[in-house]
T-cell receptor, first 114, second 114 residues
Framework: NAGVTQTPKFQVLKTGQSMTLQCAQD?????MSWYRQDPGMGLRLIHY???????DQGEVPNGYNVSRSTTEDFPLRLLSAAPSQTSVYFC?????????????FGAGSRLTVL | AQSVAQPEDQVNVAEGNPLTVKCTYS??????LFWYVQYPNRGLQFLLK??????LVKGSYGFEAEFNKSQTSFHLKKPSALVSDSALYFC????????????FGAGTQVVVTP
């Protein structure tokens, strides 16, 4: 049981480049989400999904796109990277139907935009 | 809107002494409250949660937290701190009506000295 797997762990981009952060979970969790972590600001929700084909915006969605074509995967796309998107990104999932409420986090992806 | 405040950026404690990390929240309705811990270069790990019932909840690694509705607080405590407890601690809240969105505090760095 691998839990939540994020790739890549590290990435350096130039301003204007695009990339996709991958997130996969093998726990059959309905809910998946992306957070960014910045010093002194905690974790801020970017986008989340409550099931395949359903996504919604979080607190800081601008500059990011998501899609959910399968239960297992929830990629985060940066269409035109900006230095303000330099951050550590975390994917998290949770089971919804049992009401467990506990988020399971991936190990994180550190992104630097030059 | 929901919010979480962790008033201390850092808490310093000597090994063997009691540890307290403070958290206050604002949410409509009855809150779902959580504590997570983050070790360096790792994702967040779940420590404990309050959903309903007994105001004192016990979690992993000897941690506990007390829900105080009148003070809207959910402070994390450990009777005797260990050097290995040194980490970044996050409080989080979710309203039952906003089940897609967890709100995290800014985090409190705990430093336990031998």
């Amino acid at each position: 049981n691998a839990g939540v797997t994020q790739t890549p762990k590290f990435q350096v981009l130039k301003t204007g480049q695009s990339m996709t952060l991958q997130c996969a979970q093998d726990m059959n969790h309905e809910y998946m989400s992306w957070y960014r972590q910045d010093p002194g600001m905690g974790l801020r929700l970017i986008h989340y999904s409550v099931g395949a084909g359903i996504t919604d915006q979080g607190e800081v969605p601008n500059g990011y796109n998501v899609s959910r074509s399968t239960t297992e995967d929830f990629p985060l796309r940066l269409l035109s990277a900006a230095p303000s998107q330099t951050s550590v990104y975390f994917c998290a999932s949770r089971e919804v139907t049992s009401g467990a409420n506990v988020l399971t986090f991936g190990a994180g992806s550190r992104l630097t935009v030059l | 809107a929901q919010s979480v405040a962790q008033p201390e950026d850092q808490v310093n404690v000597a090994e063997g002494n009691p540890l307290t990390v403070k958290c206050t929240y604002s949410v409509s309705g009855n809150p779902y409250l959580f504590w997570y811990v983050q070790y360096p270069n790792r994702g967040l790990q779940f420590l404990l949660k309050y959903i309903t019932g007994d105001n004192l909840v016990k979690g992993s690694y000897g941690f506990e937290a007390e829900f105080n509705k009148s003070q809207t607080s959910f402070h994390l405590k450990k009777p005797s701190a260990l050097v290995s407890d040194s980490a970044l601690y996050f409080c989080a809240v979710r309203s039952p009506d906003s089940w897609g969105k967890f709100q995290f505090g800014a985090g409190t760095q705990v430093v336990v000295t031998p």
